[in-house]
């Protein structure tokens, strides 16, 4: 039974367009829902995340939309950058900080 | 890298042999994790530990054991590497252990069995 699924695998931008990742779950535990952001070589680091009580959060450029009904959630990436290339996932947490992780997405911004 | 250090970051072992690798945080943070990553796969929980000598089995553990007898280092051990266990092992911590507390990621470590 997959908990987390994690969509599209793979995705290409053109610089300045708008990258959209989606995040389906199961398990009604969890109660925070955090996306990663992973350059190449590098362990996975926290780029943003909301609390189920909140439908929207907004940090500069990446904003999360947070749907508890549908247990969805998405990353939208504005203004995409070549910097921006890298692999996110989403990794919905629960108490001990145990977090259960998408399969990623490769995102591609072409200059 | 919140102080994470993982060691070796490349091996090369062939099957049937033992594994140990380690995780050494600067912090002192109770809660830490192992995780490995597979294409396709995303990272899995191997397992974790709340505190010395507290660990538990995360959704992958067949295959490894853990131990902390320091707040500051985990081990993970392979008793007899498997090919399938071929993988980009990552070390993590918890500030907290809290539900929305993040986990800060080491660099990871590269295990190829032959």
């Known amino acids: 039974q997959q908990q987390v699924k994690q969509s599209p695998q793979s995705l290409i931008v053109q610089k300045g367009g708008i990258s959209i990742i989606n995040c389906a779950y199961e398990?009604?535990?969890?109660?925070?829902f955090p996306w990663y952001q992973q350059f190449p070589g590098k362990g996975p680091a926290l780029l943003i995340a909301i609390r189920p009580d909140v439908s929207e959060k907004k940090e500069g450029r990446f904003t999360i939309s947070f749907n508890k009904s549908a247990k969805q959630f998405s990353l939208h990436i504005m203004d995409s950058q070549p910097g921006d290339s890298a692999t996110y996932f989403c990794a919905p947490q629960t108490s001990g900080s145990r977090l259960t992780f998408g399969e990623g997405t490769q995102l591609t911004v072409n200059p | 890298d919140a102080g994470i250090t993982q060691s070796p970051r490349h091996k090369v072992t062939e099957t049937g042999t033992p594994v140990t690798l380690r995780c050494h945080q600067t912090e002192n943070h109770r809660y830490m994790y192992w995780y490995r990553q597979d294409p396709g796969h995303g990272l899995r929980l191997i397992h974790y530990?709340?505190?010395?000598?507290?660990?538990d089995k995360g959704e992958v553990s067949d295959g490894y054991s853990v131990s902390r007898s320091k707040t500051e280092d985990f081990l993970l051990t392979l008793e007899s590497a498997t090919s399938s266990q071929t993988s980009v092992y990552f070390c993590?911590?918890?500030?907290?252990?809290?539900?929305?507390?993040?986990?800060?990621f080491g660099n990871g470590t590269r295990l190829t069995v032959t």
């Open positions: 398990n009604t535990a969890f109660d925070y």
């Open positions: 993590a911590i918890s500030l907290t252990g809290a539900s929305n507390s993040p986990l800060h």
């Open positions: 530990s709340y505190g010395v000598k507290d660990t």
